[in-house]
Structures are given as C-alpha cells and as structure tokens.
C-alpha cells in the first residue's frame, strides 16, 4: 500500500464534497420551482448542504500535511496577492470549495432566518442562482480532479458526469434520511408524503446512474485495475455494497413513490449514501494499486 498517495481522507473529502453540492442543489430546485410547497426539502437542504463540505475540506487540509500549503492555492505573497491557477484542477477545486463553503452558509442564513427587507426574495434568488452553477461545479470538480490525471481508471470520459449524478443521488438520499429520521425520533405515527416523493425521484436518478456507472466499467475494462476492481480485487465491494445495496435496492423501493414506515425510509436512505461513499473509496483506492 506504499503506492497509496490519495488515500481515505481525500476519500472522504470526494464523498462529502458531492453530499454537500447534491444537498444545496436540492434544496435551491425546490425552492425556485416549488416554493411553498417543498418548503421542508429546502430548508433541510440548506442546512446539511454547508456541513459535509467544511468536514471535507478540514480533511482535506490534514492530508496535506502542512495545512498552510491549502492557503496557498488560495493566496500567495507580493503583487497580485490572489493565487488563480487556471492550469491546476486542484487550485480551482480549492476555489470552488471555499466559494461554496461561503455561499451556501449565506443560503442557509435566508432560508432559516429570513430577511427583513422587502427586496430580501430577490437577493435568495440571486443567491439560489449562483448556488446552482457553484454546486454543479462542485459536483463535477470531484470527478474532473481524478479524470485530469494519466491513471487509467480515473482517465475515463464518464467519471465526472458519474460523480454529478452520485453527488445529487447523495444529496436527496441525506435530505431523505434527516426528515424521515425526524420523524422516528419525535415518534410520529403519520406518514410524510414528501419523503415518497423524494424517493420516487431518486429512483430516476439512481436509475441514470446505474446506467452511467455500467458506461463507465465498460469504458475502463481495458485496464487491469478496473478488471481488479471488479473481480477479485473489490468484486464484493462493488458488487454488492455498491450497485446491489447503493444503487439497486434504493431504486426498487422508489420506483412507486410509495409512502411507507419512516424507519425504511432511514435504512433505504442510509444505503444510497453508503454506496455513495464506497463508489468513490473503490474508484480512488482500487485505481491506484
């Protein structure tokens, strides 16, 4: 394992990053086209969206090993005193991050306290606007990071649109779990119709997933570390733990949009995330050995 160089911190740093940038897209979709209506998803969107990505980037900056080497993608000494290195992924990655970090801390801040002026609406919208792009970005940062190097496994087309796809399955699947676990901590009887909904369009998008990840296998068979990833190597793993429990089963249970018990809800939620994080821990671990 010596030849390990992003191990699972930076792992987790993908993992959350994408959680974080599913969640703040949700949460702004159904504000600007649900309004009232979807009220509960963005204000628990909003909330988790900032979360993931500060834990992230804390993980981030201790990889690193000297943490103030993170600043110094950011800022640099003598003129100019901004460092914008549009030549490195990573300098723009870091960018995207902390843009992101600010921003959905300040979507945060209007959902859940308001605001007291009358022109307050549309500064949440301009705000939600650029918090769609920033999250997209995001989203595709995680993926464009591994896919801009030579390692065969990573320098797949497919990878980045896989990782914005997982990003929004992961961020719906959080929000999914927080309300329906809400619900079994108050021990509320009643069943919540939004989580149904949820569920049902998670499915169409678990759905496009699972098409894009078997794109992306078939894309890097040629490589031996893919073919180890599949088969002996993290066959299990992948198989099972991602596509059956993390992609398959989630997708089953929505299809309906049936409303069910809130504790299957937590379980069914909980799997989409875990699949999450082990899709990114196999592909970035597994194309390195």
């Known amino acids: ?18 959680l974080g940038a599913g969640a703040l897209f ?14 509960k998803i963005t204000r628990t969107g909003a909330l988790i969206a900032p979360l993931p990505v500060i834990v992230g980037v804390f993980l981030l ?36 991050l902390t843009i992101f970090v600010i921003l959905s801390l300040v979507y945060a801040g209007l959902v859940l306290f308001g605001w007291p002026f009358a022109w307050g609406k549309k500064v949440k919208r301009g705000v939600a606007m650029i918090g769609l792009v920033v999250s997209l970005l995001v989203a595709a940062y995680t993926g464009v ?27 719906i699947a959080a929000v999914i779990f927080v309300i329906a676990f809400g619900r079994v901590y108050r021990t509320k009887k009643d069943l919540d119709p939004t989580i149904s909904e949820l569920e049902k369009v998670n499915s169409r998008v678990l759905g496009l997933l699972l098409v894009m990840v078997a794109v992306f296998m078939v894309l890097g068979l040629a490589s031996p ?8 190597g993290y066959g299990l793993l992948w198989w099972v733990g ?9 997708l089953v249970f929505g ?26 821990y196999v592909i970035l671990i597994g194309g390195q050995i």
């Open 145 to 171: 990071l591994l896919a801009a190097t030579a390692n065969p496994v990573w320098n797949n087309l497919f990878l980045p649109a896989v990782f914005v796809v997982s990003a929004l399955a992961t961020g």
């Open 255 to 280: 299809i309906k949009g049936k409303v069910r018990k809130p504790q299957t809800s937590v379980v069914v939620a909980a799997l989409v995330i875990l699949g999450s994080f082990f899709l990114r």
């Open 225 to 232: 570390q893919m073919r180890m990833i599949l088969g002996s």
């Open 26 to 39: 949700l949460a702004i979709a159904a504000d600007l086209f649900g309004g009232r209506r979807y009220e």
């Open 61 to 96: 900056v201790i990889d690193l090993g000297r943490p103030l080497r993170f600043w110094e993608f950011l800022l640099r000494r003598g003129p100019g005193f901004i460092m914008v290195n549009l030549g490195s992924v990573m300098s723009i990655g870091v960018w995207l």
């Open 242 to 250: 991602i596509i059956g429990l993390g992609l398959v089963v989630p």
């Open 1 to 18: 394992m010596e030849h390990i160089i992003w191990g699972i911190p930076v792992a987790f740093d993908l993992f959350l990053a994408g």
